[in-house]
């Protein structure tokens, strides 16, 4: 536990302090003031008043290792160094990566990814996809940091640009060399499914209004429940039914 | 008749234009002087024309972008309070400004034009009065929004502003009892005089105490940092938290007139006003000998230069505490207020009293 | 009986058991790749090594006789050593595929390493390299040589299960490497199960191939309806990942232990009827009718079919059926029962229609022409025809066969225009009584299609009420052997989609005579307290590997 520090005397007037923090910013002030008037005459261009990067025209150094957009590295032929083997989408802690898997006709590769997604809009950029690839097939290296879009949709990495980080949506055409669920060429297959089909318990939201039914299920509300069959008395036996078969 | 009204009219009019100006410029002010204080760069992308001068049109672009604003009352406020009140806020930090001397007796063309809107014999009080007022904008705008936490925000304000009201009415009393009068004119001509033939007589010579308790109460009162819990920008919701669109530039405005205020204040009570050491009526007399003749009329402008020049330098210092200084807890604001500088406001009369008697 | 004591416990076994036989009683598990339980014993893998008092070297468990008196330490370090060692062995030539290969997650070579291995790596040499890599050797099974450990399960299986022999082991030494036998495919109506006994990547499924990774998998125990066998089987699918396998959820089946049924197999036939199970499903109730159709009419067959709200398509059945108790018709209802059902399904169908509405039901229902073979498959490729022959005792005979020669059957009265209104559960009519039946049915009856499937009767029908598939619901199946099985819910139905125990009671609800018992566990107990077939059978006897009807051994089957 850190102990707060016990002011002295002079601290606890309170008004010395203030003159000292006033003083402080103070220098600041001038001496920064100072050096921005140099800078509009024309001097003292080496010493820096700010800190500051002028960030769309000046961007800020990157360290290599920071972590950046994504990339799928390249065989020589063109094709991804990626397997399939799905290593990155079970370890992503945010489940933003999809891929599909197809066979490869060399069955010294046999494995490769006929869809492979990053939505960049759930990626946390832990990294963790990079550290768990076998083929280092999937580097956070691009350097792209300006990743902005105006729909989920947009926010989505395919083959394409993952293959080619400087491509940006929208994607026009498509160069890849191998079979691919090709989004570009309007593949159906490119995103799949998204939402399963079954089970309340992973769609959200009605059936009903979703088919556009809510007048029918209007109409069913309004219909009288049935009057109660009067069933025939006490004459139910077991297996003995009133059947004519 | 017709002309002296005029001539008032016209002067409001300078003074208004002054102020308003100095205010609007202040976002500008606050922007940049916190950059360089933060080794920062600070807004400069608003241009016209390519034209950046320094960032000089973001108060512009400010305006622009208030006016164009959705003008929202909340549903279940009062309209009319709701549009009232930042007027009554800012209405009330102007009109102060009618009671302050900017200049000395300006004689031109045989008028003899007293260089304050209003030449009330009991300005002070007039002032006071007027800064009180103000808390009606902000209940009202608390009160008329329907929410609880604008509504909790104008009652936090409120008893701050009344709290810290009674200290500083109180810590000028002592400079009303050095100088003998409630008019401000007559207040910076008595700090004309000397003390021991060198040193001016100004309110902070004589009331150092004084001026630290008014300057901490006036910051407080104007709910600048570090005592801007009613507004808190960004942190706590406030009373205006209901205002978009130019009613809440009202009170943006009304916030910087009011640091434009104090520093007017602080200026005329104890920095001598619009006097300049050692410039007499007839130009220059340095107690050291040597005198620099001077005709009325520069002197009178010169005295108005003065006056600028300490108001701009107070408001230079208000900004360097406001990116100084962290902002206190509210317990801790009424602990000060109460508990620290309303006793000490009090034995500042007492021994202001005790002095005038001795050495009279 | 000799008496040996392993890692310290004592143990009394048959003589002639192994000493890994005697270890899996005491619930020891020594490593194995070459042991099955199911196969002849080969005793070449050298992994099931153990250390066997007084005996000069480590004996292999697997092909070792316990004798009284013996001592085996199955964790000594000597055994540990031995166990590492040989995992080197297997490793020399084994290709770092684990990346690419479907068997990964599930591999007994990975197990082992991290349980048994986690050596240093020695090995500088190059691998061999094998002929085959990923190539298909029949319709359903894939073969990577070089991931074979030549443990020869495969081969033992298709010499001693499907007796077809196609898998052999060629070449001597490092060259020695699994094919097929020249000119032969491995496409016996059971290979699927090689892939089963593969402790490592070699052979796997080609159905499953990069469809998903094992680990994604979740399982159900259930019971296949592909016929009337009722293998044991667990279910694997994938729920939260949609998108692999184009929105399938079931990804493959794989058979479970049952000695009394299937043991360790299953049939091509069932592994790959799944599929059934994410395609051509009916997800909406249909009408002929926007809303309510007119009472007592039968809309036109071909009239165009309309989407409904559940609700509301049940409010048109039952008010269907109240229109003909009214008018004193239920007499010209027919309801036509299927073995696809469970037995809770058709209980509760018995209780509403037979019972409590006196509407005929039909259990015996023609049987399509199948075959089946003298190992697993059976002709019936229904999986509850002796369920419903014992719910349904008074309109079949006990092995659920159609009586000949007795009155005609609910279908052809259907078609004669002697119904009104006619509730068909699962069955297609066309595929069973031809399409020119199914139509006149249509015409001259209200058809109400319970089902799970898109066929054609659930076109030709007036309302079409979708029913969840057997991986969907609880219940029970009778098998032919009469034996009750469980089948477990293994996740909710397509939405749209509704349990059949929830469409008949509900319905029963919706005529006023509301059931009192609900979820499967509760309506088999009823079934129990007034089936005699089924007395004192209830979930909890039934356990995993079900039990016996009370009257399956009068039964020659």
Sequence with gaps: ?245 | MLEAFLIKLSLAAAVFFGVLNLAGLHTWIERKQSAIMQDRIGANRASIFGLRLFGLFHPLADVLKLFTKEDFIPPGGNRVLHTLAPFLSAFFALVVFAAIPIGNTLTLGGWVIELQVASLDIGLLYILAMLSMGVYGVVLAGYASNNHYAFLGGMRAASQMLSYEITMGISLIGLIMWSGTLDLQAMVRAQGQYLWGWLPLWGAVVQPVALIVFLAAALAETKRIPFDMPEGESEIVGYFVEYSGMKFGLFFMTDFIETVLVACLATTFFFGGWQVPYLFPDGFRFPWGGAIPMAPLAVTLAGIGAFTAKVVGFCWLFMTVRWTLPRFRYDQLMRLGWQYLFPISLANVVATGLALRLLS | ?557
């Excluded at chain 1, 009288?224 to 139910?236: D, F, K, Y």
């Excluded at chain 3, 166990?83 to 297997?90: G, H, T």
């Excluded at chain 3, 059971?190 to 593969?198: E, L, P």
């Excluded at chain 3, 049915?441 to 079409?464: C, K």
């Design chain 1, 1 to 245: 536990m850190i102990r707060k520090r016990e002011l002295t005397f002079w601290e606890r007037m309170y008004l010395p302090e203030i003159i000292r923090g006033v003083a402080l910013t103070s220098r600041h002030f001038v001496r920064n003031l100072a050096i921005h008037t140099l800078h509009a005459v024309g001097l003292a261009k080496h010493r820096s008043a700010a800190v500051t990067y002028q960030y769309p025209e000046q961007p800020r150094p990157l360290a290599p290792r920071l972590r950046t957009r994504h990339r799928l590295t390249l065989r020589e032929d063109g094709t991804p160094r990626c397997v399939a083997c799905m290593m990155c989408e079970t370890v992503c802690p945010a489940r933003c990566i999809t891929i599909v898997a197809g066979e490869h006709p060399d069955p010294n590769i046999e494995k490769y990814p006929t869809r492979f997604d990053i939505d960049l809009g759930v990626c946390i950029y832990c990294g963790y996809c990079v550290e768990a690839c076998p083929e280092d097939a999937i580097r956070m290296d691009t350097q792209i940091l300006d990743i902005a879009a105006y729909s989920r949709a947009e926010m989505k990495l395919d083959l394409h640009e993952l293959l080619n980080p400087s491509l940006r949506k929208p994607v026009k055409a498509c160069s890849l060399p191998f079979p691919h669920r090709c989004a570009v060429r309007g593949d159906p297959h490119a995103a799949g499914p998204e939402q399963p089909l079954h089970g309340p318990i992973f769609i959200g939201g009605d059936v009903t209004r979703a088919a556009g039914m809510e007048d029918q299920a209007q109409q069913a509300r309004q219909i009288e429940a049935p009057h109660p069959v009067p069933l025939p008395s006490g004459e139910r036996e077991k297996g003995e039914g009133r059947g004519n078969g």
């Design chain 3, 1 to 557: 009986m000799p008496t040996l004591t392993i890692d310290g416990q004592q143990v009394t076994v048959p003589p002639g058991t192994t000493i890994i036989q005697a270890a899996d009683q005491l619930g020891i598990t020594i490593p194995r790749y070459c042991y099955h339980p199911g196969l002849s014993i080969a005793g070449n893998c050298r992994i099931c090594l153990v250390e066997v008092e007084k005996a000069p070297k480590l004996q292999i468990a697997c092909y070792t006789p316990v004798a009284d008196g013996m001592v085996v330490h199955t964790g000594s370090d000597k055994t540990l050593k031995a166990r590492q060692e040989v995992l080197e062995f297997l490793l020399a030539n084994h290709p770092l595929d684990c990346p690419v290969c479907d068997q990964a997650g599930e591999c007994e070579l990975q197990n082992y390493y991290m349980d048994h291995g986690r050596y240093e790596a020695r090995f500088l040499e190059q691998k061999v390299k094998k002929s085959k890599k990923a190539t298909p050797i029949g319709p359903t099974v894939m073969l990577d040589q070089e991931r074979c450990i030549l443990c020869s399960r495969c081969v033992r299986f298709t010499d001693e299960i499907s007796k077809t022999s196609e898998l052999g082991i060629f070449h001597r030494g490092d060259h020695a490497e699994l094919d097929v036998v020249p000119g032969r495919a491995l496409d016996n109506a059971y290979a699927g199960n090689v892939v089963d006994i593969c402790p490592v990547g070699a052979l796997t499924d080609r159905d499953f191939r990069f469809k998903a990774r094992v680990w994604y998998l979740s399982s159900s125990p259930s019971v296949c309806p592909g016929c009337s066998r009722g293998c044991n089987i667990e279910i694997h699918y994938v729920l939260d990942r949609p998108y692999l396998a184009d929105g399938a959820r079931v990804m493959r089946l794989k058979p479970r232990y049952n000695p009394a049924v299937n043991q360790w197999w299953m049939c091509d036939e069932g592994r790959y009827g799944y599929k059934a199970i994410d395609r051509a499903r009916l997800v909406q109730p249909m009408g002929r009718t926007q809303g309510l159709s007119p009472q007592g009419t039968v809309p036109s067959a071909d009239s165009v079919s309309h989407p409904l709200v559940w609700d509301l398509a049940m409010t048109e059945a039952a008010q269907h059926l109240q229109e003909a108790q009214t008018r004193n018709q239920l007499g010209q209802w027919g309801v036509l029962p299927s073995p696809q059902m469970t037995n809770e399904e058709l209980f509760l169908a018995r209780q509403l229609f037979q019972e409590r509405l006196g509407v005929a039901c039909d259990g015996r229902v023609a049987e399509r022409p199948a075959t089946g073979d003298n190992f697993l498959m059976t002709a019936d490729k229904s999986p509850n025809r002796r369920g419903m022959a014992a719910i349904f005792s008074e309109t079949t005979d006990q092995k659920g066969t159609v009586p000949q020669g007795d009155s005609p059957l609910l279908a052809e009265r259907a078609a004669a225009g002697e119904l009104k209104g006619l509730i068909v559960f699962d069955h297609d009519l066309v595929a069973l009584y031809g399409e020119a039946v199914a139509r006149t049915v249509a015409q001259r009856v209200f058809l109400i299609y319970v089902g799970s499937h898109d066929t054609a009767t659930s076109r030709l029908a007036h309302l079409v009420l979708p029913s969840a598939v057997y991986a969907e619901k609880d219940g029970t199946f009778t098998n032919v052997d009469g034996r009750v099985q469980r089948i477990v819910k293994a996740f909710e139905p397509l939405s749209g989609a509704r349990g059949g125990l929830e469409i008949v009671a509900d319905l029963a609800r919706r005529l006023g005579a509301a059931f009192p018992h609900t979820t499967a566990a509760e309506v088999f107990r009823a079934i129990g307290a007034s089936v005699p077939a089924f007395q004192g059978l209830t979930y909890e006897t039934l356990g995993a590997h079900g039990a016996p009807l009370a009257t399956a051994e009068a039964v020659t089957v």
